[in-house]
């Protein structure tokens, strides 16, 4: 079992900036794919950015040049840097995590954090 926790939300005006965490831990030896899911009210979850073993990193296009995820694979820890934040940033936000394929590859995320709410006010 994968336990995934994210801290870091909270409540900032817009053309701020917050910084997300994300720690996964459970399996020894393992270097987790992870990546940042946001959910907003009345809105499917959307896929907000994630990072590959490689280190090769995507992004929504709604976030590109303002969000900035970054990760420590050594701790299994999951950063989202985000600036420049707008009203329609306000979503719940998850991290995600899951052992890689065994040929390496990021291709799917069954364990999810409980999520931290980011609230931009305008």
């Known amino acids: 079992q994968v336990h995934v926790v994210e801290s870091g939300g909270g409540s900032v005006q817009a053309g701020g900036s917050l910084r997300l965490s994300c720690a996964a831990s459970?399996?020894?030896?393992?270097?987790?794919?992870m990546g940042w899911f946001r959910q907003a009210p009345g809105k499917e979850r959307e896929e907000v950015a994630t990072v590959d073993l490689d280190g090769s990193t995507s992004y929504a296009d709604s976030v590109k040049g303002r969000f900035t995820i970054s990760k420590d694979n050594a701790k299994n820890t999951l950063y989202l840097q985000m600036n420049s934040l707008k009203p329609e940033d306000t979503a719940m936000y998850y991290c995600?995590?899951?052992?890689?394929?065994?040929?390496?590859?990021?291709?799917?995320?069954?364990?999810w954090g409980q999520g931290t709410q980011v609230t931009v006010s305008s």
């Open positions: 459970g399996y020894t030896d393992t270097t987790y794919c």
């Open positions: 995600a995590a899951d052992p890689p394929s065994l040929g390496g590859y990021c291709l799917r995320y069954r364990y």
